[in-house]
């Protein structure tokens, strides 16, 4: 047997730059009570969902991600061709094959990346940030891509209260690059398979199902202790974050969380979905472009993050804002 | 073992920590939608600390069922 060489890459890794792209269709609470039995009230009170964005058809899967890899690109000061790993975080390919990811690279310039899709739900771009650090600390890649994007409004049925006024569509991305120093903390990621039929899209069918009171349970008492260990691993406590950006699922959940880890009054909490609605494993990307965008949160702030969602899978991490 | 009078006292408590609802309202014939304006997510937070007051678990599939005040404290009383 032949010994093998493997390689080191970078002593650790960050986050460059994000971007983001939002649908340009506004949809407003009352727009969707004129089409179905629901109201303002009603979904403000139960999800804090204000408005969200809904996809056009000029505005598909790959022309969001294209958009805001784009962007992160830009904000990170690299070039496409310095880019060797792009990931697509999704759960709403129109089709199973090909994987986007290639498709995507290609439109953005980046010449022939290690290039694939990763399905984890809405914890999938916080799956996808993790492997692109890792991948980067060990040395199979130099510079990664990594994208959350989502059309779920193909997975909707107008008539659905329990996920039409939920569900919306965009795009976040971030570029992962080394680093002397970490700036993405150690992954918390786990599942729970026993629940995988809390939230599906039922095998021959186009519609999403949720059972809504299971996932609110599991995401409210199961989750803290995730973001708990985040911190631990990362070497931080609660008085030491600056941003939390959970998953973008429930306005109610987000609150819960919050107190429940006692994060101090300072901690700026992001609360994208009150303009942008649940769009999966694009919402912490979103979330934390718009607040860099606002300037909530600042460059070098330390951000509590967490992904969670079908599977279901959840993945938490402390990372430093670009 | 708690007694009836004091699992309603204990459920009150929760009513009002989770929904806002005034301890004198939270008696057994009153519906936790239709009289309390209690939505279904704040049944699941009720139902979680239920479990943590009393140690009784509600699951999901059986939290339908309980409609009022009264039914939740004859579920908690039974399955103490």
Redesign the interface.
């Known amino acids: 047997m032949t010994g093998l060489q493997t390689t080191t890459g970078s002593p650790a890794a960050r986050i460059s730059g994000f971007g983001s792209y939002r649908p340009r269709r506004r949809v407003t609470n009352d727009d969707l009570a004129a089409t179905m039995d629901t109201s303002d009230d009603w979904i403000q009170s139960r999800v804090g969902i204000a408005e969200r964005r809904w996809a056009g058809p000029d505005e598909s899967l790959v022309d969001m991600s294209v958009a805001a890899g784009g962007k992160a690109l830009a904000a990170s000061g690299l070039d496409a061709a310095d880019i060797d790993l792009v990931v697509l975080a999704t759960t709403t390919p129109p089709t199973a094959i090909p994987g986007l990811a290639a498709r995507i690279a290609h439109e953005l310039g980046v010449p022939r990346p290690g290039a694939f899709d990763l399905n984890a739900g809405c914890a999938g771009w916080c799956y996808a940030l993790s492997s692109a650090a890792d991948a980067i600390r060990t040395g199979s890649a130099r510079n990664a891509l990594v994208i959350g994007g989502e059309k779920l409004t193909d997975h909707i049925d107008l008539t659905d209260r329990g996920t039409a006024v939920i569900f919306a569509d965009g795009a976040g991305a971030a570029v992962v690059t080394g680093a002397e120093t970490p700036g993405i903390g150690p992954v918390v990621w786990g599942s729970d398979g026993d629940l995988h039929a809390a939230i599906a899209i039922p095998e021959g069918e186009r519609v999403m199902s949720m059972a809504g009171q299971s996932v609110y349970r599991w995401a409210t008492t199961k989750l803290t202790a995730t973001l708990a260990e985040a911190m631990d691993r990362a070497g931080v406590t609660p008085q030491d974050i600056d941003v939390f950006a959970p998953h973008q699922a429930n306005l109610r959940i987000i609150e819960l969380m919050a107190k429940r880890l006692g994060l101090p009054e300072s901690t700026v909490i992001a609360r994208d979905i009150v303009r942008s609605g649940n769009t999966s494993s694009a919402s912490v990307p979103l979330a934390l472009d718009a607040l860099l965008e606002s300037g909530e949160a600042r460059s070098g702030d330390t951000a509590l993050l967490l992904g969670y969602g079908a599977g279901l899978t959840f993945a938490g991490q402390v990372v430093v804002l670009p | 073992m708690s007694t009836r009078d004091e699992i309603q006292a204990g459920l009150a408590e929760i009513l009002e920590e989770v929904a806002g609802v005034t301890p004198a309202d939270a008696t057994p014939e009153k519906s936790f939608t239709d009289d309390l304006d209690v ?3 704040s ?3 009720i ?2 600390a239920v479990e943590d007051k009393f140690g009784v678990a509600i699951p ?1 599939d059986e ?1 339908g069922g309980i409609k009022t005040v009264g039914d939740a404290i004859s579920f908690i009383e039974k399955n103490q």
């Open positions: 939505d279904s997510l049944m699941v937070e139902a979680t999901d939290l």
